[in-house]
Nanobody
Framework: QVQPVESGGGLVQPGGSLRLSCALS????????WAWYRQTPGTQREFVAA???????NYADSVKGRFTISRDVAANTVHLQMNNLKPEDTAVYYC???????????????WGQGTQVTVSG
């Protein structure tokens, strides 16, 4: 299983922006589905956003209009652009999804290690 590398988290003031990245290393053919979840201590992991290769996207109501999920096909990387951040967005963010190692192969699942986003002012 591929272990993606997450980056882009950090500390930001309310109203600020961050861009998270989730890069799959190694030789793979494509990312087929992708999503972001977030979690705070003592809470269930919360769905944030998702996309599929057909172009459809889905967002949690709490982030609609503020977050944008995308995929860089050439770089095998998933992004989450987060604008107008609020203190309640503070969490560890995890990327996940499915990928193919080569054409015609069965899809496999990936999970990122998590990156901390802290919104505080």
């Amino acid at each position: 299983q591929v272990q993606p590398v997450e980056s882009g988290g950090g500390l930001v003031q309310p109203g600020g922006s961050l861009r998270l990245s989730c890069a799959l290393s190694g030789s793979i053919f494509s990312i087929n589905t992708w999503a972001w979840y977030r979690q705070t201590p003592g809470t269930q992991r919360e769905f944030v956003a998702a996309g599929v290769s057909g172009g459809a996207t889905n967002y949690a109501d709490s982030v609609k209009g503020r977050f944008t999920i995308s995929r860089d096909v050439a770089a095998n990387t998933v992004h989450l652009q987060m604008n107008n951040l609020k203190p309640e967005d503070t969490a560890v963010y995890y990327c996940t999804g499915t990928y193919r190692k080569q054409v015609g192969s069965r899809p496999a699942t990936f999970w990122g290690q998590g990156t901390q986003v802290t919104v505080s002012g």
